[in-house]
């Protein structure tokens, strides 16, 4: 077997792991204290710019839980033109006191990336998230816990942590599940 193109591929993805920002300049005082208890449950995501995703896929949900001590599951799903996509992800909780939201998730827990919930508003009802994907790519997730929310609250969020110089939000999607 040719382990050539597998050895390539890991040593760009590393490289680009570096890129990542650093979870203490964007993480904000409200996970300070992040309980992956409290975060478990169903989450709508209202707003992406995750590059791995078409734009075509709309109405995305998480089912975060935990499933150990170290351990959590993530089943995403979404409609993608109309037909449901379900994305069975894992990963692992943070082991580190001073950044309780520093997580690592993806596929299988061989292929795990940064996966950082950076903010938590008003009792864990709403989250951002930020994750470091390969190829040098970034994505940001805006959570809700309820489908019924404003795209005018939702673009607010989006202008408020841009004006906070978090990180570029360009390119944002959004979802409104009324049309779900």
């Not at 994750?131 to 202008?159: A, E, H």
Request: proline share 8%; net charge negative.
């Amino acid at each position: 077997m040719n382990l050539l193109p597998v050895l390539i591929f890991l040593g760009i993805a590393s490289t680009y792991a570096f890129q990542c920002p650093p979870y203490d300049a964007i993480r904000t005082p409200s996970v300070s204290t992040f309980d992956p208890y409290r975060y478990q449950g169903l989450w709508y995501q209202v707003a992406t710019n995750e590059p791995t995703m078409p734009s075509f896929c709309t109405c995305g949900t998480l089912n975060w839980t935990v499933t150990s001590p170290t351990t959590f599951s993530d089943g995403f799903s979404s409609k993608c033109g109309g037909l449901p996509l379900h994305l069975p992800l894992e990963g692992t909780l943070s082991s580190n006191a001073s950044a309780p939201g520093f997580l690592h998730e993806g596929p299988s827990m061989s292929l795990l990336v940064p996966n950082m919930v950076f903010y938590v508003q008003d009792a864990y009802q709403f989250a951002a998230v930020y994750s470091c994907v390969y190829w040098g790519k970034f994505s940001l997730q805006l959570l809700s816990r309820t489908p019924n929310i404003s795209m005018d609250y939702v673009r607010g969020w989006v202008m408020n942590l841009t004006a906070q110089g978090i990180m570029d939000t360009s390119g944002m999607r959004y979802d409104n599940f009324a049309e779900c």
